[in-house]
């Protein structure tokens, strides 16, 4: 029998509903290139760890990264070890995360709300822009937004069900379970935030329950047991580990401002009414005639607005603000939202106006995705080397005064490039950009960094030997480095060029000496090109 538009309303499949997520999810995941730097640098210390067969440490050009743990980096390379460095690969992690904060909050409220509950709030959350681009974004914030999500909601529905004398101990391990992948995922918050969450609804809802399934000993265990080896073996390689990580990373981070992207206590409040539109715009909508003036708060009204007060706090006490960072808010802000378009109505009344809003948020998700695959591309990911060039076994590559993420993932490249800089000066540095993390990352493994970076002072014993080297560069750097008139201009674009030099087969160290004759440059498209057609 073929269901009516109200009976899917009452009685929606879960396993079909989830994979219609996934799918959802995954549409476009594969349809533009890596953002810089992000993107850029998240796939390739994913594609490294594949390369480089240590799936313990994370690697930035073969020095240890300790920004993040290593769940997304872990996650990535299997994906990558199937199909190869693909964007859509690349962003497994996230779609991920973001699958499982869906998933999640469909079954939570399919069980202690209403089914129809479930379901618009899980089509507002996988509609709106925000989310969408977030899963589809290769960075870790929607895969702990994923695991704080599925934290929140599991362990609700543990203090729910006890409380009614239902089975709750699979639901409690499982909280554990996921906390220990936030935990994996991206440090602290992934335990902290959900912590805060459930123990405000306690304080609130008076449910000591929360309090005392906080102190479960099998749930620890579990915790213990899947995110204490890699930190306790991260610690005794590297005894700067905890500091860096724990002190340096977290609360030296939370605190300060030297980091980028300052920005006031008010920025997450427009961010998130701008960016999951037009959903948000029901808010403003009065509620429906067959509803009280003053509804009282139910458990899981409690748990929501708390768990979205908390997220939009936390992160709007740093000075220091990405907009990804309050992507956990916005599975609660979905159920607010979907509370707010039942309000009172009549559900045949109503469908009209929610297929309208889903479907032009859905198209608008698409739209965004495609405007930023047009006007959005990284130089790097621009820059491809032309037909039947490529980088061989034995060959070098040397990145000049600047580090371009997106090219070892792009190039495909096996081993770490060299980057040439002042590195002197790099030490002195406190702005949060590439040097700082690649001189950060050169700490824990000085002598590996003693053979990556090289000073651009000391060029020549690096390119005068008797191997290919491949330069990448902004277009202007034969400016700065006039040597560069005797290399093989190869590929170009609006902003950055790639060079072959041939070395010295007597390793002279006059190679890169300007008054010698150049070699006659092959032929190169134009810029803007990739030189591939």
């Known amino acids: 029998m073929r269901r009516t538009g109200s009976t899917w309303w009452t009685s929606p499949q879960p396993l079909w509903l989830i994979a219609a997520v996934f799918a959802w999810l995954f549409a476009t995941a594969w349809a533009r290139p890596l953002m810089a730097p992000d993107e850029g640098r998240y796939g390739s210390v994913a594609l490294a760890m594949l390369r480089s067969g240590d799936w313990l440490v994370p690697r930035l050009d073969g020095l240890p990264f300790f920004h993040k743990p290593p769940l997304f980096y872990w996650i990535g390379a299997a994906a990558m070890a199937v199909v190869g460095p693909l964007e859509w690969a690349a962003r497994l992690p996230s779609i991920l995360g973001a699958g499982v904060a869906a998933a999640a909050l469909f079954l939570f409220l399919r069980r202690w709300a209403t089914v129809r509950q479930a379901l618009l709030s899980t089509v507002v959350l996988v509609t709106t822009p925000f989310f969408f681009l977030g899963g589809q974004f290769a960075n870790l914030d929607m895969l702990v937004a994923g695991c704080i999500s599925a934290t929140v909601l599991l362990a609700g529905g543990a203090a729910l069900a006890r409380e009614r004398g239902e089975p709750w101990r699979a639901l409690l391990a499982g909280a554990y379970l996921m906390a220990a992948a936030g935990l994996l995922a991206k440090g602290l918050i992934g335990l902290v935030l959900p912590g805060a969450v459930l123990v405000l609804?306690?304080?609130?809802?008076?449910?000591?329950?929360?309090?005392?399934?906080?102190?479960?000993?099998?749930?620890?265990?579990?915790?213990?047991?899947?995110?204490?080896?890699?930190?306790?073996?991260?610690?005794?390689?590297?005894?700067?580990?905890?500091?860096?990580?724990?002190?340096?990373?977290?609360?030296?981070?939370?605190?300060?401002?030297?980091?980028?992207?300052?920005?006031?206590?008010?920025?997450?409040?427009?961010?998130?009414?701008?960016?999951?539109?037009?959903?948000?715009?029901?808010?403003?909508?009065?509620?429906?005639?067959?509803?009280?003036?003053?509804?009282?708060?139910?458990?899981?009204?409690?748990?929501?607005?708390?768990?979205?007060?908390?997220?939009?706090?936390?992160?709007?006490?740093?000075?220091?603000?990405?907009?990804?960072?309050?992507?956990?808010?916005?599975?609660?802000?979905?159920?607010?939202?979907?509370?707010?378009?039942?309000?009172?109505?009549?559900?045949?009344?109503?469908?009209?106006?929610?297929?309208?809003?889903?479907?032009?948020?859905?198209?608008?998700?698409?739209?965004?995705?495609g405007a930023i695959a047009i006007y959005a591309a990284p130089p790097g990911t621009r820059l491809r080397l032309p037909a039947g060039q490529s980088v061989a076994a034995g060959d070098q590559v040397l990145m000049l005064d600047s580090y371009y993420y997106e090219i070892p993932f792009y190039w495909n490249l096996r081993e770490?490039?060299?980057?040439?800089?002042?590195?002197?000066?790099?030490?002195?540095?406190?702005?949060?950009?590439?040097?700082?993390?690649?001189?950060?990352?050169?700490?824990?493994?000085?002598?590996?960094?003693?053979?990556?970076?090289?000073?651009?002072?000391?060029?020549?014993?690096?390119?005068?030997?008797?191997?290919?080297?491949?330069?990448?560069?902004?277009?202007?750097?034969?400016?700065?480095?006039?040597?560069?008139?005797?290399?093989?201009?190869?590929?170009?674009?609006?902003?950055?060029?790639?060079?072959?030099?041939?070395?010295?087969?007597?390793?002279?160290?006059?190679?890169?000496?300007?008054?010698a004759t150049p070699p006659t440059p092959s032929p190169v498209p134009p810029p803007g090109t990739n030189g591939d057609d």
């Open 416 to 515: 770490p490039v060299l980057v040439s800089d002042d590195w002197k000066a790099a030490a002195t540095d406190t702005r949060d950009n590439w040097r700082k993390e690649i001189f950060d990352a050169s700490r824990f493994d000085p002598a590996r960094a003693a053979a990556t970076l090289v000073d651009r002072a000391q060029l020549a014993p690096v390119l005068c030997v008797p191997r290919t080297t491949w330069l990448v560069g902004p277009i202007g750097s034969q400016l700065t480095n006039p040597w560069l008139a005797r290399a093989q201009l190869v590929a170009l674009n609006e902003s950055v060029a790639a060079w072959r030099f041939a070395g010295s087969a007597t390793r002279d160290p006059g190679c890169l000496d300007t008054a």
């Open 201 to 369: 609804w306690c304080a609130v809802t008076r449910k000591t329950v929360v309090l005392k399934l906080a102190l479960w000993l099998p749930g620890w265990a579990v915790l213990l047991a899947v995110a204490g080896p890699w930190f306790v073996a991260m610690q005794l390689k590297y005894p700067e580990f905890f500091d860096y990580f724990v002190i340096t990373q977290h609360f030296r981070r939370f605190a300060s401002s030297g980091f980028n992207n300052e920005h006031g206590f008010w920025f997450y409040i427009p961010v998130l009414a701008l960016l999951t539109l037009p959903w948000f715009a029901w808010v403003f909508v009065p509620r429906g005639k067959e509803v009280d003036a003053r509804p009282r708060l139910s458990d899981v009204d409690w748990l929501m607005w708390i768990w979205l007060a908390v997220i939009v706090v936390f992160f709007s006490l740093p000075r220091s603000k990405l907009v990804g960072y309050v992507l956990p808010a916005l599975p609660p802000l979905a159920y607010l939202i979907a509370q707010r378009v039942l309000a009172g109505r009549v559900i045949e009344k109503l469908l009209p106006k929610v297929r309208a809003t889903a479907l032009a948020s859905a198209v608008l998700c698409v739209v965004c995705v």
